[in-house]
């Protein structure tokens, strides 16, 4: 019977074999190529920052959250925009071993036209490891230097020339934390645990330091992040959703005054997340993050809402629901859009301009290639 069925086999075989022939003699390999440069248009980076594997920079384009590509670095990455508003820096770590072994800090350089690498800088292996946040890789004023956060644990900041392409100095900074860039010269200041703000002024391997007693850490303590706005000012934010109001154009800051957000509101409000402001100069506006019921504790818990604030009157004048965020970004142009990553969903979410004299915002778009996420910045309007 297997013997009578044997010509079927052969020829079915045959017909099999003469068709893989002619499929194979018609298929045509896909030739695999790199974009010269991402798609035109404003964009939102996004810093995925790992500790078990490769950092991501995840590039979006601010219109609809178009994915235009990413950037891999090494761990615990930190990102910053340069003032030339075309480079990307980023700060990690590379492992050699992982567990065990060397480890160098890197600061990377990237065109952001093209995510091409510039050139890198190894500094010394002193800089922070941490989620990414704001305040711990930033850029003098006049862009020649960058700052770097260290801790070991003790704290200090590692100065970087740019024009040289090397580190040049390590200023400590016993107590202090954050980096805050002066509006001029090579000089900055930074958060210190007994509530003051000190301020470093580096001439060449010298510095000169002076102090001014800020906030109280047991009463109302803030966050290491700031924004700068138009007209100059430094604007910290407390745990409590006090703005502190900062000039610090000279070599001794000064506190200029304080803003209570939450004065007069109802509900326990309070600003909770890991970057929680941000700011828009075109607008004069300021965008903070914030959740109800608030205890001790909770300053870094996802947001309710995101609550409008006209810096020139000082004022709350809009709130716009907004689930779920612990990291916010501003568009810099007339018509502000936020940008926010997620805890929960790790997402990055859109949130458009729905009303432009209260600055209330809907929501307007969502991704989920990003993963979690502490930390975006926007380039571009």
Same mark, same amino acid.
Request: charged share 20%; with cysteine.
């Given at each position: 019977?297997?013997?009578?069925?044997?010509?079927?086999?052969?020829?079915?075989?045959?017909?099999?074999?003469?068709?893989?022939?002619?499929?194979?003699?018609?298929?045509?390999?896909?030739?695999?190529?790199?974009?010269?440069?991402?798609?035109?248009?404003?964009?939102?980076?996004?810093?995925?920052?790992?500790?078990?594997?490769?950092?991501?920079?995840?590039?979006?384009?601010?219109?609809?959250?178009?994915?235009?590509?990413?950037?891999?670095?090494?761990?615990?990455?930190?990102?910053?925009?340069?003032?030339?508003?075309?480079?990307?820096?980023?700060?990690?770590?590379?492992?050699?071993?992982?567990?065990?072994?060397?480890?160098?800090?890197?600061?990377?350089?990237?065109?952001?036209?093209?995510?091409?690498?510039?050139?890198?800088?190894?500094?010394?292996?002193?800089?922070?490891?941490?989620?990414?946040?704001?305040?711990?890789?930033?850029?003098?004023?006049?862009?020649?230097?960058?700052?770097?956060?260290?801790?070991?644990?003790?704290?200090?900041?590692?100065?970087?020339?740019?024009?040289?392409?090397?580190?040049?100095?390590?200023?400590?900074?016993?107590?202090?934390?954050?980096?805050?860039?002066?509006?001029?010269?090579?000089?900055?200041?930074?958060?210190?645990?007994?509530?003051?703000?000190?301020?470093?002024?580096?001439?060449?391997?010298?510095?000169?330091?002076?102090?001014?007693?800020?906030?109280?850490?047991?009463?109302?303590?803030?966050?290491?992040?700031?924004?700068?706005?138009?007209?100059?000012?430094?604007?910290?934010?407390? @745990?409590?959703?006090?703005?502190?109001?900062? *000039? &610090?154009?000279?070599?001794? $800051?000064?506190? %200029?005054? #304080? /803003?209570?957000?939450?004065?007069?509101?109802?509900?326990?409000?309070?600003?909770?997340?890991?970057?929680?402001?941000?700011?828009?100069?075109?607008?004069?506006?300021?965008?903070?993050?914030?959740?109800?019921?608030?205890?001790?504790?909770?300053?870094?818990?996802?947001?309710?809402?995101?609550?409008?604030?006209?810096?020139?009157?000082?004022?709350?004048?809009?709130?716009?629901?907004?689930?779920?965020?612990?990291?916010?970004?501003?568009?810099?142009?007339?018509?502000?859009?936020?940008?926010?990553?997620?805890?929960?969903?790790?997402?990055?979410?859109?949130?458009?301009?729905?009303?432009?004299?209260? @600055?209330?915002?809907?929501?307007?778009?969502? *991704? &989920?290639?990003?993963?979690? $996420?502490?930390? %975006?910045? #926007? /380039?571009?309007?």
């Amino acid at each position: 019977m297997i013997a009578a069925q044997w010509p079927k086999t052969a020829t079915l075989f045959t017909v099999f074999g003469l068709f893989l022939c002619a499929s194979a003699q018609a298929f045509k390999p896909e030739t695999i190529s790199v974009k010269p440069a991402i798609d035109p248009g404003s964009n939102v980076l996004v810093n995925q920052a790992e500790w078990a594997g490769a950092s991501k920079i995840h590039v979006y384009g601010q219109q609809d959250l178009s994915y235009k590509g990413s950037v891999s670095v090494g761990l615990t990455s930190q990102i910053l925009l340069g003032r030339d508003q075309k480079t990307l820096y980023t700060l990690s770590d590379y492992m050699k071993r992982l567990t065990r072994g060397p480890v160098e800090s890197v600061i990377e350089e990237y065109d952001i036209a093209t995510l091409s690498l510039k050139r890198e800088i190894v500094i010394p292996n002193k800089a922070v490891k941490a989620i990414g946040m704001a305040q711990l890789l930033e850029q003098s004023a006049d862009g020649r230097y960058l700052y770097v956060q260290n801790a070991t644990p003790a704290t200090s900041v590692t100065v970087v020339d740019l024009q040289a392409g090397e580190a040049v100095l390590e200023v400590p900074t016993p107590g202090c934390y954050g980096v805050f860039p002066a509006p001029r010269d090579n000089r900055f200041s930074t958060l210190c645990g007994a509530g003051d703000l000190k301020t470093y002024s580096v001439n060449g391997d010298q510095y000169d330091t002076t102090s001014i007693s800020l906030f109280s850490p047991e009463q109302d303590p803030l966050y290491v992040q700031a924004q700068r706005t138009a007209d100059g000012r430094l604007v910290f934010l407390s @745990f409590n959703g006090t703005l502190y109001l900062v *000039d &610090d154009g000279d070599a001794t $800051a000064k506190l %200029l005054g #304080t /803003v209570p957000l939450t004065k007069g509101v109802n509900g326990d409000w309070a600003p909770g997340g890991y970057v929680v402001m941000a700011y828009s100069p075109a607008t004069n506006m300021m965008f903070v993050l914030m959740h109800p019921d608030a205890y001790e504790g909770s300053h870094k818990d996802p947001s309710e809402e995101i609550w409008s604030v006209d810096m020139k009157s000082a004022k709350v004048i809009g709130r716009s629901h907004a689930e779920g965020l612990i990291a916010l970004a501003v568009s810099q142009g007339q018509e502000p859009v936020l940008f926010g990553t997620t805890d929960e969903d790790e997402t990055i979410e859109r949130f458009a301009l729905l009303d432009n004299t209260k @600055f209330v915002f809907k929501a307007a778009g969502s *991704d &989920d290639k990003s993963g979690w $996420a502490s930390s %975006l910045l #926007t /380039v571009g309007e």
